[in-house]
């Protein structure tokens, strides 16, 4: 499988994440290199294989429905870029 | 042409646990903002989830209660998207493993009874809070609701009219209610609703293009926006035009549906498992314990009044509409030891309609069981009579008061003594001797009359059984 510039900045857009023009087409390269990884495993017979869903072989433990968390909104608060009324500030998300 | 209507409903029900999906932090509605959200709700760096027992046990038990197949084992995913309020970047869910798989839920429409399939419920963190009003142009943001445990429950495309969806709505409103997983209250957004709705000629297999309509949060608007967006696609298409698949949002105000997309790309959520979190093994003891706690169901509960207590099928459903109802007229029933009918009345008739003027749920009522109970045991003992209960009740419902301290404060006891009821009624007789001489001749209308009168004398405390025996012996005369 091969991917395209266009596919390339797609993903980006999606992660949100910045990447220069001129990298564009080593990212494609690489990217497909892994799909192809991906789809020569895909060939392989898994009819008779488990799935594995993690690749520790355990299961989830669980907890008690206790509350165990103090208010911390100060400290949090403290790293915050802005904050008011109790509120994180961010940038306006609607028009 | 004719259009047939296709519906599929995405119910959210917040569970009713203590804390987090995935952290320590308290779940309780209206705390100040940001007091209720943690690190592990920030996302900052270095947390780790880890799964609370409670939202497993909700999950299974919401299974089994739909006769769905719960999943031996089921895996959290990461649904990937970006806004404020979703701290991490992604929701945990869940795609491929989802915990309950298919399952159903019978509804009740215009007498007929429908079953309509529910292909999925699923477990999910919701997310927090944006407030975009009037922060210098900024969004503020309230992290007291992300981490709070969901059930996704998602429906087959089997309803066929807004009214079906309500009714489904409704029927699923009331099982987790019952099942004690999720408080209803909509008004809190505890219970919303997304509905993906199409149109197709009558006849045709094949779905149309489906709209989705978000966060609808009470069964009117279901069906208002329903059937608003219904309206549309039909002009659309009658008009030579194309559905769009899109997200739509409902305004209530307008009456009307509009498109949310904005210059966004269509949503690409690429779903993956989470590295966070194993898989979750549902064990045998837990569904033996699930199951033995499994309460009885309405459907299940609305027969079995309807056999024991000789109710009909009215009644007995709206006895039955919320489990708090029921507790509260089988408590009613051993605490005064009064018979079903006089207690379904008093319920169905007398408290709800004291609640539903006051727009109250019944955990709310002023007037408990037990304080009725002793009401009913007045009128049971003679020591009131039914219409004269009625008014006891209305002070009752705004004051700490007795049944027995108010009977008393007022006065109302009932006159049983046969000799002051003969008084009051030989000084009718005397008074009304043209009614006496039409009753004579035969006219046993005029009985009433008599009855009537006394009442009034005695302010409605004469024993009415006593005051019909007197007065028949003598009018005899």
Same mark, same amino acid.
């Given at each position: 499988m091969s991917l395209t510039a266009d596919d390339v900045n797609k993903i980006a857009y999606l992660a949100r994440l910045g990447i220069d023009t001129q990298d564009t087409e080593s990212y494609a390269k690489d990217l497909s290199g892994m799909l192809d990884l991906v789809a020569q495993m895909s060939t392989?017979?898994? /009819? %008779?294989v488990v799935p594995m !869903?993690?690749?520790?072989g355990q299961v989830q433990r669980l907890r008690p429905d #206790?509350?165990? *968390? *103090? %208010?911390?909104r100060e400290a949090f608060h403290a790293i915050a870029p802005q904050v008011e009324a109790g509120l994180f500030l961010v940038p306006k998300v609607i028009e | 042409m004719q259009w047939e209507t296709v519906i599929g409903l995405e119910i959210h029900a917040q569970l !009713?646990? +203590?804390?987090k999906i995935f952290s320590g932090a308290s779940t309780a509605y209206? =705390? *100040?903002? %940001?007091? #209720? =959200?943690?690190a592990v709700d920030l996302g900052l760096p270095g947390v780790l989830p880890v799964l609370n027992q409670e939202v497993v046990r909700m999950a299974v038990k919401f299974g089994m209660a739909i006769e769905a197949e719960v999943a031996d084992y089921s895996v959290f995913a990461r649904k990937n998207y970006f806004y404020p309020d979703l701290p991490k970047g992604y929701q945990i869910s869940q795609m491929d493993h989802p915990i309950v798989g298919i399952g159903h839920m019978d509804i009740d429409v215009d007498g007929q009874t429908k079953r309509v399939g529910v292909t999925r419920a699923h477990l999910e963190e919701d997310a927090g809070k944006s407030l975009h009003e009037d922060f210098h142009g900024l969004t503020g943001v309230d992290l007291?609701? =992300?981490?709070?445990p969901l059930l996704e429950i998602v429906s087959e495309p /089997?309803?066929?009219s807004a009214k079906e969806a309500v009714a489904y709505m409704r029927k699923i409103h009331e099982l987790v209610q019952y099942l004690d997983i999720? /408080?209803?209250?909509m008004q809190e957004g505890s219970f919303r609703c997304d509905a993906n709705v199409s149109i197709r000629p009558v006849g045709q297999e094949e779905y149309g293009t489906r709209t989705e309509l978000k966060n609808i949060n009470s069964f009117k608007f279901v069906e208002k926006a329903i059937n608003i967006e219904v309206e549309r696609q039909i002009d659309i298409i009658e008009a030579g035009g194309r559905i769009t698949q899109e997200t739509r949002l409902y305004d209530a105000d307008k009456n009307e549906t509009r498109s949310m997309?904005? +210059?966004?790309? =269509?949503?690409?959520?690429? $779903?993956f498992p989470d590295p966070d979190l194993l898989p979750v093994y549902i064990s045998d003891e837990l569904r033996a314990q699930v199951k033995a706690d499994l309460p009885e169901l309405a459907h299940i509960k609305r027969q079995r009044f309807i056999e #024991? $207590? @000789?109710?009909d099928l009215e009644t007995a459903t709206q006895l039955t509409s919320s489990r708090q109802l029921a507790d509260y007229f089988e408590a009613l029933i051993t605490e005064s030891g009064c018979n079903a009918k006089i207690c379904s009345n008093w319920v169905t008739v007398e408290l709800s309609g004291a609640l539903n003027k006051q727009n109250l749920d019944i955990s709310q009522s002023p007037v408990t069981h037990e304080r009725l109970a002793v009401l009913l045991k007045r009128i049971s003992d003679n020591t009131i009579s039914g219409k004269i209960a009625k008014q006891v009740f209305e002070i009752m419902w705004t004051s700490a008061d007795s049944a027995d301290a108010i009977i008393e404060a007022q006065g109302l @006891? #009932?006159?049983?003594d046969s000799g002051a009821i003969e008084a009051i009624i030989d000084k009718i007789i005397a008074d009304n001797q043209g009614q006496v001489e039409q009753y004579l001749s035969? @006219? /046993? @209308?005029?009985f009433g009359f008599f009855v009537g009168q006394t009442m009034k004398a005695s302010q409605g405390k004469a024993n009415p059984g006593e005051v019909n025996k007197i007065l028949k012996e003598k009018l005899k005369r």
């Open positions: 392989v017979d898994t /009819d %008779n !869903a993690h690749p520790l #206790q509350v165990s *968390e *103090e %208010n911390q | !009713a646990t +203590k804390t209206g =705390a *100040e903002p %940001n007091t #209720q =959200a943690c007291n609701r =992300a981490g709070t /089997d309803m066929r999720c /408080d209803g209250n997309r904005s +210059k966004e790309e =269509a949503n690409d959520y690429r $779903y #024991q $207590y @000789k109710l @006891k #009932q006159i049983t035969g @006219k /046993d @209308k005029v």
